[in-house]
């Protein structure tokens, strides 16, 4: 199968599970070439080698001149005339009434004509979009492509209407949901004519050479771990307020927040009025190496989001042995089993928050076999090669082989 993997950004250390996903499809036989609409613009001294391979072999959208550009505008425009202006008016559909957005319309489409230019000299049919479903659904609109997305969520369910679930089903040979919850959403806002269209390609981890962390059974200080943007998204007031409600209950407990975003100041400034400014390390973004590291020296990892897709940190974390407290949302069930991987938690509620940390501290024994059954339940369900070995299956019945015409028809 030869297929064009178009994506916001790539490669990048908020989304390594797409290079895992990408670099496994390739060992079992996928012909895949990545289309990047940006080009890493942070980070890039702290890349792999298979990242820093990954970034030489991925073509960039944006790396195109204002000459390349125009040329595209023109060349399409002259030579589709009907369907560039279908594109056209599909990219301003998007725009609504807002005049920011206008914008943003303009620019997607200019990075369709691009891409699409680019693909029509490297013989691509096929696009997989994960990212950039608007750019896709304008290729799909000018350019003779067939289009297929996996939707990660949960941004994209927040305002359906307008990032046009239904019509990029419609439009779509295929959408790939990372859940099941992910699927009822597509499903709740897409018409069920189409629902034949929509498939569950779990996201996963390559389990091999991940030594499970050393348990510790009564450890001082007991360290949790949360990772993921600082941004409102993620609620980390509420996680700072059960850090606090723990260390008045006389409980040492220490907590490392890996990441970055707009947040940071006011959390550090939330941490000083509750007392815990000394409890807590803004540990900034980490690499692959130094995040495996930080997982291996914690007890717990905790999240209090109020969004999520199905967050593979907890994957990570889980297959190491670590234990997790999550809030009960999205597809957050299907990967952590409540009372047997770790807790699961009301949404808000710092209460709940604060006694599942404080029951798993008290109960070394729990701990210990949540341990044992979170690398088995990431094994057998979230495995990347399982599950690659899936989502190739899902490609094989929708998209075209080479040479033999073969793929579902739309």
Same mark, same amino acid.
């Given at each position: 199968?030869?297929?064009?993997?178009?994506?916001?950004?790539?490669?990048?250390?908020?989304?390594?599970?797409?290079?895992?996903?990408v670099?496994?499809?390739?060992?079992?036989?996928?012909d895949?070439?990545t289309?990047?609409?940006?080009?890493p613009?942070?980070?890039?001294w702290?890349?792999?080698?298979?990242?820093?391979?990954?970034?030489?072999?991925?073509?960039?959208?944006?790396?195109?001149?204002?000459?390349?550009?125009?040329?595209?505008h023109?060349?399409?425009?002259?030579?589709?005339?009907?369907?560039?202006?279908?594109?056209?008016?599909?990219?301003?559909?998007?725009?609504?009434?807002?005049?920011?957005?206008?914008?943003?319309?303009?620019?997607y489409f200019?990075?369709?004509?691009v891409?699409g230019?680019?693909?029509?000299?490297?013989?691509?049919?096929?696009?997989?979009?994960?990212?950039?479903?608007?750019?896709?659904?304008?290729?799909?609109r000018?350019?003779?492509?067939?289009?297929?997305?996996?939707?990660?969520?949960?941004?994209?369910?927040?305002?359906?209407?307008?990032?046009?679930?239904?019509?990029?089903?419609?439009?779509?040979r295929?959408?790939?949901?990372?859940?099941?919850?992910?699927?009822?959403?597509?499903?709740l806002?897409?018409?069920?004519?189409?629902?034949?269209?929509?498939?569950?390609?779990?996201?996963?981890?390559d389990?091999?050479?991940w030594?499970?962390?050393?348990?510790?059974?009564?450890?001082?200080?007991?360290h949790?771990i #949360? +990772?993921?943007? &600082?941004?409102? @998204?993620? !609620?980390?007031?509420?996680?700072?307020? $059960?850090?606090?409600?723990?260390? /008045?209950e006389?409980?040492?407990?220490?907590?490392?927040?890996?990441?970055?975003?707009?947040?940071?100041?006011?959390?550090a400034?939330?941490?000083r009025?509750l007392?815990?400014a000394h409890?807590?390390?803004?540990?900034?973004?980490?690499?692959?190496?130094?995040l495996?590291?930080?997982y291996?020296?914690?007890?717990?990892?905790?999240?209090?989001?109020?969004?999520?897709g199905?967050?593979?940190?907890?994957?990570?974390?889980?297959?190491?042995?670590?234990?997790?407290?999550?809030?009960?949302?999205?597809?957050?069930?299907?990967?952590?089993?409540?009372?047997?991987?770790?807790?699961l938690?009301?949404?808000? #509620? +710092?209460?709940? &928050?604060?006694? @599942?940390? !404080?029951q798993?501290?008290d109960?070394? $024994?729990?701990?210990?076999?949540? /341990?044992?059954?979170?690398?088995?339940?990431?094994?057998?369900?979230?495995n990347?090669?399982k599950?690659?070995?899936?989502?190739?299956?899902?490609?094989?019945?929708?998209?075209?082989?080479k040479?033999?015409?073969?793929?579902?028809?739309?």
């Amino acid at each position: 199968m030869k297929i064009a993997y178009l994506l916001g950004e790539y490669p990048t250390l908020g989304h390594t599970y797409l290079l895992r996903e990408v670099r496994e499809l390739r060992k079992l036989g996928c012909d895949i070439q990545t289309i990047s609409i940006r080009r890493p613009d942070a980070h890039t001294w702290a890349m792999s080698a298979a990242e820093s391979e990954e970034h030489k072999s991925t073509w960039y959208v944006l790396g195109s001149s204002w000459v390349e550009f125009l040329r595209a505008h023109l060349t399409t425009s002259w030579t589709r005339p009907v369907r560039y202006l279908r594109g056209l008016r599909t990219a301003w559909r998007f725009a609504r009434s807002a005049r920011h957005r206008s914008v943003y319309a303009m620019a997607y489409f200019t990075e369709a004509l691009v891409a699409g230019q680019w693909l029509g000299k490297a013989g691509f049919t096929h696009v997989h979009s994960v990212f950039s479903s608007t750019v896709a659904l304008i290729l799909s609109r000018v350019f003779d492509v067939k289009v297929s997305m996996t939707i990660h969520g949960p941004q994209e369910f927040v305002n359906p209407i307008d990032f046009g679930i239904r019509e990029k089903v419609r439009a779509a040979r295929f959408v790939s949901a990372i859940s099941h919850f992910g699927k009822s959403q597509l499903m709740l806002w897409s018409c069920p004519a189409d629902w034949q269209k929509l498939e569950v390609t779990p996201l996963g981890i390559d389990c091999a050479g991940w030594v499970p962390v050393t348990f510790r059974e009564c450890p001082t200080p007991f360290h949790l771990i #949360s +990772v993921g943007r &600082l941004a409102p @998204a993620k !609620g980390y007031p509420l996680l700072l307020e $059960a850090v606090a409600a723990l260390v /008045s209950e006389g409980r040492d407990i220490h907590l490392t927040l890996v990441g970055e975003g707009p947040e940071h100041s006011q959390l550090a400034d939330q941490a000083r009025r509750l007392g815990i400014a000394h409890k807590i390390v803004f540990a900034g973004w980490k690499t692959q190496t130094e995040l495996h590291d930080l997982y291996r020296t914690s007890d717990l990892c905790v999240l209090s989001s109020f969004a999520e897709g199905i967050p593979v940190v907890f994957m990570e974390a889980m297959a190491l042995g670590v234990p997790c407290v999550a809030p009960r949302i999205a597809g957050i069930p299907e990967l952590i089993r409540d009372g047997v991987d770790g807790f699961l938690v009301t949404p808000a #509620s +710092v209460e709940e &928050l604060v006694a @599942a940390i !404080g029951q798993i501290m008290d109960k070394p $024994a729990l701990r210990q076999q949540m /341990s044992l059954s979170s690398r088995e339940r990431v094994a057998e369900k979230y495995n990347l090669r399982k599950n690659a070995r899936h989502l190739a299956e899902v490609f094989s019945r929708y998209v075209p082989q080479k040479g033999d015409g073969s793929g579902r028809r739309d």
